[in-house]
């Protein structure tokens, strides 16, 4: 079992939808990370939390640390939006053990 | 402001032969961390550094060398290349999250094949 566990692994959405993708994770963390992966191969960090909850825009990232889950939502979807989100967690000296990603496609 | 910078973004390798990948930073980071990204896998750590001088073994260090001998630059050798290395490997920096609170900075990839 990997220790960071993403659902579902692909998803399809229509442009509006509200759109949430899972992450648990089984072991301890310091923290844990939302990133996306555009089309182009790019990396960039949406989101760093240790607790509660963040919001940047149209997305959302919650994370519930005694039952080791998070969830990042996307209000309004868009085109724009497709892309691989990658869950990750932190723990020891900074080091991430990554999800395998979620791959969010966003029709017009 | 440049971030991570990863050279070459492409290379074709025939089995046996060496190269070196390049990361550079300008964002005066301590930590810098290689990944290989594979189809149907997350991200893997190879080797990592805290800082100058210093390097560490990730969760697939085999076939891998790495060197900070400045602080802003973390080099990635493959000695004898192998097409199992045949993969996509990003590099990134950061300061230590637990003292800045802050994510890690990602290159835009090196495409590797080993034929």
């Known amino acids: 079992k990997n220790e960071v566990e993403q659902s579902p692994q692909n998803l399809t959405a229509q442009e509006g939808e509200f759109i949430t993708i899972n992450c648990s994770y089984s072991v301890g963390i310091s923290a844990l990370h939302w990133l996306q992966q555009h089309p182009g191969g790019g990396i960039v960090s949406l989101f760093m939390l240790s607790s509660g909850k963040k919001k940047h825009g149209r997305l959302i990232a919650t994370i519930n640390i005694q039952e080791k889950h998070s969830s990042l939502h996307i209000t309004a979807s868009h085109p724009r939006d497709s892309a691989v989100y990658i869950c990750?967690?932190?723990?020891?000296?900074?080091?991430?053990?990554f999800g395998e990603g979620t791959q969010l496609t966003v029709n017009p | 402001n440049a971030g991570v910078t990863q050279t070459p973004k492409f290379r074709v390798l025939k089995t046996g032969q060496s190269m070196t990948l390049l990361c550079a930073q300008d964002?005066?980071?301590?930590?810098m961390y290689w990944y290989r990204q594979d189809p149907g896998m997350g991200l893997r750590l190879i080797h990592y550094s805290v800082g100058e001088g210093t390097t560490a073994k990730g969760e697939v260090p085999d076939g891998y060398n790495v060197s900070r001998l400045k602080k802003q630059n973390f080099l990635l050798g493959l000695e004898s290349a192998a097409p199992s290395q045949t993969s996509v490997y990003f590099c990134a920096s950061s300061y230590p999250t637990h003292h800045s609170n802050q994510p890690q900075h990602f290159g835009d990839g090196t495409r590797l094949s080993i034929l």
């Open positions: 990750a967690v932190e723990t020891s000296g900074s080091r991430l053990t």
């Open positions: 964002m005066n980071h301590e930590y």
